[in-house]
């Protein structure tokens, strides 16, 4: 079984800063690649940023500049920076994980974690 948990969601003001941190645990044998993704009411999930192999990063365009992903290889944690926070990053944000797991490469999705911007 494989967990990933989401944590660091909360209420702030518009330009505050918020980190979310996800942690990934259970049976498999490597992580190929983590990312944050997030989904606005009425609005279909969207990629923010992703890090492949620990060092390569790609990023939204919305938020370039603003908010940074990184990893903890040792242990299997994967972080986002979101600074200058927009009312319009308020979302649901997700983690996802694509490991390579005893039946091949699978991935998992954490049970999301609330952002809200205030203005």
């Known amino acids: 079984q494989v967990q990933v948990v989401e944590s660091g969601g909360g209420l702030v003001q518009t330009g505050g800063s918020l980190r979310l941190s996800c942690a990934a645990s259970?049976?498999?044998?490597?992580?190929?690649?983590m990312a944050w993704y997030r989904q606005a009411p009425g609005k279909e999930r969207e990629l923010v940023a992703a890090?492949?192999?620990?060092?390569?990063?790609n990023y939204a365009d919305s938020v370039k500049d603003r908010f940074t992903i990184s990893r903890d290889n040792a242990r299997n944690l994967v972080y986002l920076q979101m600074d200058r926070l927009k009312p319009e990053d308020t979302a649901v944000y997700y983690c996802?994980?694509?490991?390579?797991?005893?039946?091949?490469?699978?991935?998992?999705w954490g049970q999301g974690t609330q952002v809200t911007v205030s203005s």
């Open positions: 259970g049976n498999f044998k490597s992580i190929n690649s």
């Open positions: 996802y994980c694509r490991m390579v797991t005893s039946t091949g490469l699978d991935y998992y």
């Open positions: 890090i492949i192999g620990g060092t390569s990063t």
